[in-house]
């Protein structure tokens, strides 16, 4: 399965492939065109894309600040799951992180997304119970809860 670097020409593809997956949150500012834009203008080389036959079915999109790594909207096709795509791309996205010199990665999943939360057990991501997780709204900005 060829795995490649994320551009944003991948934009409306990937796009359409986030909005056919269940129990994930986006939001109108960063997950449009622009948002992903600039967030892949500042890590332009942590995000992959899997392909078959001209079509995306998966997607990883992840960055770092500097300190940690952060992986969002991990997606693979339904009818391509359960083949070991999204565990390839994840092992490329954090190879490409450790190769910037991140020494940890961090990702959010809703409690009630049993599949996400199964596959990043697997993926050896363990959940933090001693964390509350708290966050701001800088600008007005509308989720997209799928
Ligand atoms: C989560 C997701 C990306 C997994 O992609 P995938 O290509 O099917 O994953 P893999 O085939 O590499 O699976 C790796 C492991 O994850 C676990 N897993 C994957 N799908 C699972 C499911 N439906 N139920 C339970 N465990 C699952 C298994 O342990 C699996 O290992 P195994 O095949 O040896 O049993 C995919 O199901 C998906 O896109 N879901 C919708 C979007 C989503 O919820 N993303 C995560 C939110 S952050």
């Not at 551009?7 to 065109?33: H, P, R, T």
């Not at 991140?102 to 939360?117: M, P, Q, Y």
Request: net charge neutral; aromatic share 10%.
């Amino acid at each position: 399965m060829p795995i490649r670097k994320m551009n944003i020409d991948d934009y409306e593809k990937v796009y359409q492939l986030w909005m056919s997956c269940k129990n994930m949150g986006f939001n109108n500012l960063d997950d449009s065109k622009e948002g992903i834009e600039k967030f892949l203008r500042r890590n332009p080389d942590t995000s992959f894309v899997a392909e078959y036959d001209d079509k995306i079915i998966g997607i990883i999109l992840s960055g770092h600040d500097g300190r940690r790594g952060y992986i969002y909207h991990m997606s693979v096709d339904e009818r391509f799951r359960k083949q070991g795509i999204g565990t390839q791309l994840v092992e490329k996205c954090l190879s490409a992180l450790k190769d910037e010199g991140i020494n940890k990665a961090a990702l959010l999943v809703f409690n009630r997304n049993e599949t996400g939360n199964s596959f990043w057990e697997k993926m050896g991501f363990s959940p933090r119970n001693d964390i509350t997780y708290r966050n701001k709204e800088l600008n007005e900005i509308i989720r997209i809860d799928t």
